[in-house]
């Protein structure tokens, strides 16, 4: 059965827009499901229904930022689109807005909060320093010396320091599945960055949805997967296709 089909043998109501994009709305439920069109491909996005009921439900519009990014956007008026993250948290001056769970397609306030541009970039899987190594995988951490307390405690777990007096830099052992590797330079950096504001900004693949929209559907929407449910396959989704 196709999304549609099975949103609308649930109640949704499908409403149209001036564009390609259709809305799917239940009476009652929080969140509402857009389908928006690229390229004659179809993009279903999790947008929360009152917020779109108070604007008319607009046709939603996909840009492509970079060669892998697509950004859903709305028209405010002629000629003018806005991302929809920036409607529904609206930015001022030095803001940013960062998706906690890594997918634009899940256009919910929950999903969103303000941040630093600092503290955005670590929330990316670009902000993990790894390389090959003989044995597999390890990632590197430039820190600054105030949180050189730790280091102790890494060199028991096999860790290599370098110690410049003003910064040091930690690397890992070897791990054999790039995605454990992920996981402990989340569990690392964690520690690393706890008390400066960034701890709860570190790249967490286990958090990472920027591929697996069906899975939020089928939490938030259809209700047929619990939350541990739909992080535990994510998660094997990732091991799948990085190792």
């Not at 439920?29 to 604007?55: D, G, H, M, R, S």
């Not at 096999?158 to 590797?181: A, H, N, Q, R, Y």
Request: proline residues 2%.
């Amino acid at each position: 059965m196709s999304l549609k089909n099975d949103l609308m043998s649930r109640g949704y109501v499908e409403i149209g827009t001036e564009g390609k994009c259709k809305y799917y709305v239940k009476a009652g439920e929080k969140y509402a499901v857009a389908i928006a069109v690229y390229k004659e491909i179809e993009y279903p996005l999790i947008v929360e229904n009152t917020v779109f009921a108070n604007i008319g439900y607009p046709s939603i519009w996909i840009n492509k930022r970079t060669s892998k990014m697509l950004v859903p956007s709305i028209q405010v008026c002629k000629r003018k689109y806005i991302s929809i993250h920036n409607h529904v948290l609206p930015v001022q001056g030095w803001e940013e807005v960062d998706h906690i769970n890594h997918n634009r397609f899940f256009c919910v306030e929950s999903n969103l909060r303000y941040c630093t541009k600092d503290a955005n970039a670590k929330n990316r899987a670009s902000a993990v320093r790894m390389k090959n190594s003989v044995r597999g995988y390890r990632f590197k951490l430039l820190l600054q010396s105030n949180v050189r307390h730790a280091i102790p405690e890494l060199k028991k777990h096999g860790f290599s320091i370098m110690d410049t007096g003003t910064w040091f830099s930690v690397e890992s052992p070897d791990f054999l599945s790039k995605v454990d590797c992920y996981l402990a330079y989340r569990d690392t950096a964690r520690v690393l960055y706890k008390g400066t504001g960034f701890e709860d900004f570190v790249y967490d693949i286990e958090n990472d949805f920027s591929e697996t929209t069906d899975l939020l559907i089928h939490h938030y929407i259809l209700g047929n997967i619990t939350e541990v449910q739909m992080r535990r396959i994510n998660l094997k989704y990732w091991r799948h296709k990085l190792g």
